[in-house]
């Protein structure tokens, strides 16, 4: 089970920090993907069980991935946000990916939250 908090609206060039929390398993891909309206689902942002990240190139450079192990919460900090960043952001996570990727994780996880919206104004 996964639950996302931190969503909210910003305008062009603000940060926002989204948090994940999960139920303590030990997954082997774990991270971000986002969906708006009338757009292909985008997978954003993934970190793998050695600690290793891979982002998407539209946010490479302005989110950064983190995690808390002892309160098993995975973050993701949004710096210089554009209005093209609007979309509800999902964290998804695997116990079986091989491959972590973002855009393999957006469309094969085992376990989902609900979702946070962000919205960036112009």
């Known amino acids: 089970r996964l639950a996302e908090s931190g969503g909210g609206s910003v305008q062009t060039g603000g940060s926002l920090r989204l948090s994940c929390e999960s139920s303590?398993?030990?997954?082997?891909?774990m991270g971000w993907f986002r969906q708006a309206p009338g757009k292909a689902r985008e997978g954003v942002a993934v970190i793998d069980m050695d600690g290793r990240t891979n982002y998407a190139n539209s946010v490479n450079g302005r989110f950064t991935l983190s995690q808390d192990s002892a309160k098993n919460t995975l973050y993701l900090q949004m710096n210089d946000l554009r209005p093209e960043d609007t979309a509800m952001y999902v964290c998804?996570?695997?116990?079986?990916?091989?491959?972590?990727?973002?855009?393999?994780?957006?469309?094969?996880?085992?376990?989902r939250g609900p979702g946070t919206q962000v919205t960036v104004s112009s």
């Open positions: 998804a996570a695997d116990m079986h990916l091989r491959q972590c990727n973002p855009e393999i994780l957006k469309s094969q996880y085992g376990f």
């Open positions: 303590g398993h030990t997954f082997s891909c």
